[in-house]
């Protein structure tokens, strides 16, 4: 346990401290709603427009935070051969992935208040009610979507090219999922698509708790896809996940 | 007491035979330094022993740990400079330190260790201000935060200018008397005959010698004398050089000139080595 906190107070420490993680990171999904809400005007399900995008931006954050920022972060730290050299010494393992993961629930969940202080400002939206089904979807799809992050992790294997690949996998993700606004006038094809992804039901399952008022477990549907794809990912992560560099 | 007791270690890739059966024991306090032409097996060898690789067979003991199943008790007790590895660009030489110290039990204080590294001017500097040598020395520095009886260094001085080599070689003696094993691969011949009290050749996965720099090149038969007539190079090798100087020296005399340039060098370790890798090859 001290192990544990030792390493997540300085996990915070190096990710406040770069600019990349700081700005890519943290504020991306809180600029991207600045901008979505001056562009979107009218209702969206019944509300002002903001307020679906609010959630739309808790989702691409998910994506954007736990998922894509976790597994740059991982990249990073493996091809430069720090996870490596963490792995010579007597830190376990598991403390120190369970201190990263931490550390990126963090990060999201600041990220999260952050919006919803944002969105109040800017455009007036309302606080968030049903608090314990709004703690428990965050924590579950935050610790789904790192879990896939972790597993991707196991597919990119240089630095320069993580981000690329990221990015193809999370803008498209949160457009088909329907971060951007609702996805019924797409294409069949692409609603297809979507319908497959995890974000969707993330998504769902925030609009239905700050939205439309329900609770976390009204839709099983949500929770169990969720938890199905964090299982995936974790279970694809402990087969290829590497400490050592990919190169060199 | 042996700090580390390899046997009959054996390790491949794929079809490739990287370790071919080697042996050999470095004692308590030693610094051994394994040698070898790129690909010749050091870097599998020393990741074996610092518990990174699985070996396929053999036996292999470090500070009485298994390696291959030794967990943080055995990392305790070792420090690791790797090959090449980064640090946090954003913090700085102090906060390295302090993070990596969290992960003992009994770490050193880590303004010693910031002063037996040479970095206290740069302690609160941030890691990406470090020149090259900079970095290599706070490599260094996390290595030792553990205060290790082991120390693992994966040529620790590749790339630096002659004056940080000859510092990182001061730091290296003060760390042997303070009695720590080291373990040192280089591409450095004079590093090795600087600092090594045993020294090992390999070469395609085998040792082909072992001994302390002085039996390698002590065993070595014959002496060099070069000098320069009328701006022509000569080289003269010989078992005897006494006789061989009495002869040019009486006979320059004689003619009232001078042997310029005049040199008598004993063969180096870099010069038993090439020889030896050389011969290997044939």
Do not use: C
């Not at chain 1, 598991?94 to 109040?120: C, K, P």
Request: glycine share 10%; aromatic share 8%; net charge neutral.
């Amino acid at each position: 346990m001290r192990l544990f906190r030792h390493q997540l107070r300085w996990e915070q420490t190096v990710f406040w401290r770069s600019r990349e993680s700081a700005v890519f990171v943290f504020l991306f999904p809180l600029l991207l709603f600045t901008l979505l809400t001056a562009v979107y005007t009218g209702h969206i399900y019944g509300h002002p427009a903001s307020w679906a995008l609010l959630a739309g931006m808790l989702a691409y954050g998910v994506a954007n935070t736990a998922f894509a920022g976790l597994a740059l972060i991982i990249v990073a730290r493996r091809e430069t051969g720090i996870l490596k050299r963490i792995r010579g010494t007597p830190l376990p393992p598991a403390t120190y992935l369970a201190a990263v993961l931490t550390s990126i629930m963090i990060v999201f969940a600041l990220q999260t208040a952050a919006l919803f202080v944002l969105g109040r400002l800017l455009k007036s939206t309302p606080w968030p009610g049903h608090l314990v089904s709004l703690v428990l979807a965050l924590a579950l799809g935050g610790a789904a979507f790192a879990g896939l992050g972790l597993a991707l992790t196991g597919f990119i294997r240089s630095l320069e090219g993580s981000s690329a690949v990221v990015n193809v996998l999370v803008l498209p993700m949160a457009f088909l999922s329907g971060s951007f606004g609702p996805t019924r006038h797409y294409p069949q094809a692409l609603r297809a698509v979507g319908d497959v992804l995890p974000l969707k039901y993330f998504l769902d399952a925030i609009n239905g708790i700050y939205l439309h008022g329900q609770e976390l477990w009204d839709k099983p549907m949500n929770v169990a896809v969720l938890a199905a794809w964090g299982a995936l990912g974790i279970a694809v992560a402990i087969r290829k996940f590497r400490w050592e560099p990919r190169e060199g | 007491m042996s700090a580390i007791s390899v046997r009959e270690l054996r390790k491949s890739y794929g079809g490739h035979e990287a370790l071919r059966g080697i042996s050999f024991e470095i004692a308590e306090g030693e610094v051994f330094s394994l040698l070898g032409p790129n690909g010749a097996g050091k870097t599998t060898t020393i990741e074996i022993l610092e518990g990174y690789r699985m070996r396929d067979r053999g036996e292999v003991e470090v500070l009485g740990f298994d390696p291959g199943r030794a967990g943080s008790p055995f990392r305790e007790r070792i420090g690791i400079v790797l090959q090449q590895s980064q640090l946090w660009p954003t913090l700085t030489v102090a906060e390295t330190h302090k993070l990596f110290a969290g992960y003992y039990s009994r770490p050193r204080d880590i303004d010693e260790v910031i002063a037996l590294v040479g970095l206290s001017e740069k302690r609160d500097a941030r890691v990406k201000t470090l020149s090259g040598g900079q970095k290599r020395r706070l490599d260094l520095g996390v290595a030792l935060v553990g205060d290790p009886d082991l120390v693992f260094l994966d040529e620790p001085t590749t790339g630096f200018d002659p004056a940080a080599r000859r510092a990182a070689w001061e730091m290296i003696r003060s760390l042997r008397s303070l009695g720590k094993t080291i373990l040192l691969t280089t591409h450095y011949l004079d590093e090795a005959e600087q600092l090594a009290d045993r020294v090992a050749v390999l070469r395609e996965g085998v040792i082909i010698r072992e001994g302390t720099p002085a039996e390698f090149t002590g065993g070595a038969s014959e002496t060099e004398v070069r000098y320069r007539r009328n701006g022509q190079e000569v080289v003269i090798r010989t078992t005897e050089p006494t006789r061989v100087l009495q002869e040019l020296t009486t006979q320059a005399l004689a003619e009232g000139g001078e042997l310029e340039g005049l040199q008598v060098r004993r063969p180096t370790l870099e010069d038993v080595y090439l020889a030896l890798v050389a011969e290997a090859a044939e």
